[in-house]
Nanobody, 126 residues
Framework: EVQLVESGGGLVQAGGSLRLSCATS????????IGWFRQAPGKEREGVSC????????YYADSGKGRFTIQTDNVKNTVYLLMNSLEPEDTAVYYC???????????????????WGQGTRVTVSS
């Protein structure tokens, strides 16, 4: 059984940084796409970034380009989302998701992922 556990959220001032963790179990990175999504109050869940395990490539939505970076630790089976230059608009619950898939993950919607973590809350104050 694939399981995902997020951590690392919290309260940070605008301009600050956070590193979110997605600890995985039951999967092999090479066979999976790992996505990061977020959902702000009253808004739909949106994709932030994804990692294609088969290629080792990461992709970013426009909202995070230049500010967010995916890192992976194959020993710890953990995917990280490093977020810099945070803005109040980044306030949301952040989720990681996994789907067995070996082609590129760019453009995958939330409904294409079938395993989700519980989420971690990020609050950016102005």
């Amino acid at each position: 059984e694939v399981q995902l556990v997020e951590s690392g959220g919290g309260l940070v001032q605008a301009g600050g940084s956070l590193r979110l963790s997605c600890a995985t179990s039951g999967l092999v990175f090479d066979d999976y796409a790992i996505g990061w999504f977020r959902q702000a109050p009253g808004k739909e869940r949106e994709g932030v970034s994804c990692f294609s395990g088969s290629s080792g490539r990461s992709y970013y939505a426009d909202s995070g380009k230049g500010r967010f970076t995916i890192q992976t630790d194959n020993v710890k089976n953990t995917v990280y989302l490093l977020m810099n230059s945070l803005e109040p608009e980044d306030t949301a619950v952040y989720y990681c998701a996994a789907e067995k898939r070996t082609d590129r993950c760019a453009g995958m919607g939330a409904n294409e992922y079938h395993t989700w973590g519980q989420g971690t809350r990020v609050t950016v104050s102005s």
